[in-house]
Nanobody, 125 residues
Framework: VQLQAFGGGVVQAGGYLRLSCAYS???????KGWFRQAPGKEREFVAA????????YYADSVKGRFTISRDNDKNTVNLQMNSLKPEDAAVYYC????????????????????WGQGTLVTVSS
């Protein structure tokens, strides 16, 4: 399974970006998640989606602003980020989970089996 995140860039506060993560192998049947890591901080959960796309999960800090979606035909999972804030600036990583998803969602790094390289998001104030 390979994951590659792309779409990062520089945006002004209040603006938007759309990140995508292309995956290969059997990952179309895996749940996917996005995490982010700002300098000097722990990598934190942002959003996740089940393999069918029927259920999504979000960190409280991004609810109402970010939307995760997936296109299994195109083998991509996307993160639409609106109303960006300076505190959203980070390296964003996509990840995949091989196993089932329980009712608690996928908020922890150790729930994921595969990780892609990150893409940098910079938000200027």
């Amino acid at each position: 399974v390979q994951l590659q995140a792309f779409g990062g860039g520089v945006v002004q506060a209040g603006g938007y970006l759309r990140l995508s993560c292309a995956y290969s192998g059997p990952a179309s049947k895996y749940a996917k998640g996005w995490f982010r890591q700002a300098p000097g901080k722990e990598r934190e959960f942002v959003a996740a989606i089940t393999w069918s796309g029927g259920t999504t999960y979000y960190a409280d800090s991004v609810k109402g602003r970010f939307t995760i979606s997936r296109d299994n035909d195109k083998n991509t999972v996307n993160l639409q980020m609106n109303s960006l804030k300076p505190e959203d600036a980070a390296v964003y990583y996509c990840a995949a989970r091989r196993g089932p998803v329980n009712s608690g969602g996928l908020p922890s790094r150790n729930m994921y089996n595969y990780w892609g390289q990150g893409t940098l998001v910079t938000v200027s104030s």
